[in-house]
């Protein structure tokens, strides 16, 4: 779903030219690990093929003046079709579909009628994320459009129409240079779906901060958000009770790590979360070598970015000899290796200057 995500970083990485080169790494050549994964769960498959044939009476809702003779005609021409059905369709009148999408989302509110347009705006994009432009061509000329008619869904309080929706919103989102001015309300949504007691819930929202703090200045907006970074922490934190798996531990700490690009968060997270001996337990038990790079270049930041913030935690958390430790392995990439090597220079540095300063001040004491 994050092609034409990537693709627009990628574009667009000149605006930010305060972000280092380990900052573009992140944007570009660690997204194609979340691509694979981003936003999916067999969860959300089921519910939307049992969605899918669900009949809706689109008919009764024209005469009941809910939508027109002519939205009803373009639905039924496509309600039905498979993906290579859909193919000339969108090719030719894509633009067309967009605006009727856009148009259908925004002025119904029947949670029925909101899902069947859910999923066809699902089967319009997937496998062809591209057409996501379609979207903000549709909206150039309506100020609402193309983000607050997903917000608007948010409100409903249907699962479905939640997940969907906020899945459509993250890619308009991650495909336009154009800030979302809701971003806060979007936030203080996720930071409920945190929460949930439903694991799915909680692994598919993971998954779009993963997506979103790809870029900058929504790293600041979700850190500003009251409860959000308490809110994923402390999933981070109840992984084992949550028999979390290798994989969704990793999107966890991926998030952790694309926030502490941001100096502000570098220098508070630890303070507000105690998030070094809870990333230096993660990195013992992990089996992935993949969360073990991921948890060695959040450290990284943390030293880069706020040394003076972190160090004391760091050592106290015993980073210094797990990394002693890991230094032993053999990594199939030099980059786990050289954030590893950095990592403990670091903090032998540190350490023996502070060994140096508890001595000097031992030996000046009185008798």
Not at 270 to 275: L, Y
């Amino acid at each position: 779903m994050l092609a034409a995500a990537d693709a627009l970083i990628q574009q667009t990485s000149h605006h930010h030219e305060e972000e280092t080169d380990a900052m573009s790494f992140a944007r570009n050549e660690l997204i194609e690990q979340v691509k694979l994964t981003i936003i999916s769960h067999p969860y959300l498959d089921d519910m939307l093929d049992k969605i899918r044939a669900t009949e809706i009476p689109w008919e009764d809702y024209k005469n009941s003046g809910l939508i027109t003779e002519d939205e009803v005609a373009m639905i039924k021409h496509v309600e039905d079709k498979n993906v290579d059905d859909l193919g000339p369709i969108m090719s030719e009148h894509g633009l067309y579909y967009a605006a009727l999408y856009l148009e259908l989302m925004q002025k119904l509110a029947r949670v029925d009628a909101l899902q069947k347009v859910l999923i066809l705006i699902h089967d319009m994009l997937d496998g062809n994320e591209e057409r996501i432009a379609l979207f903000h061509a549709a909206g150039k000329d309506a100020t609402e459009f193309p983000f607050e008619p997903f917000h608007k869904a948010l409100r409903i309080g249907d699962e479905f129409i939640g997940i969907q929706s906020s899945k459509i919103l993250t890619l308009l989102i991650c495909s336009t240079p154009q800030r979302d001015v809701d971003i806060h309300e979007f936030f203080r949504w996720m930071t409920f779906q945190l929460q949930s007691q439903h694991q799915h819930v909680v692994e598919l929202n993971v998954q779009i901060l993963d997506a979103l703090f790809h870029i900058p200045a929504y790293r600041q907006a979700f850190w500003r958000t009251s409860h959000a970074i308490d809110s994923l922490v402390s999933i981070l934190k109840n992984a084992s009770s949550r028999n979390l798996g290798p994989q969704k531990i990793y999107e966890l700490t991926f998030a952790i790590w694309l926030l502490t690009f941001d100096t502000e968060i570098a220098k508070n997270l630890d303070k507000k979360c105690q998030i070094v001996p809870t990333l230096v337990e993660l990195a013992k038990s992990a089996v992935k070598e993949k969360i073990i790079r991921v948890i060695i270049a959040t450290f990284r930041n943390l030293i880069e970015k706020a040394s003076a913030e972190n160090m004391s935690a760091m050592l106290v958390a015993k980073l210094l000899p797990l990394c002693e430790h890991l230094a032993t392995r053999k990594w199939t990439d030099q980059e786990i290796a050289d954030d590893i090597e950095f990592t403990r220079a670091e903090l032998q540095q540190n350490f023996q200057s502070l060994t140096q300063v508890d001595y000097t001040f031992t030996c000046i004491q009185p008798d």
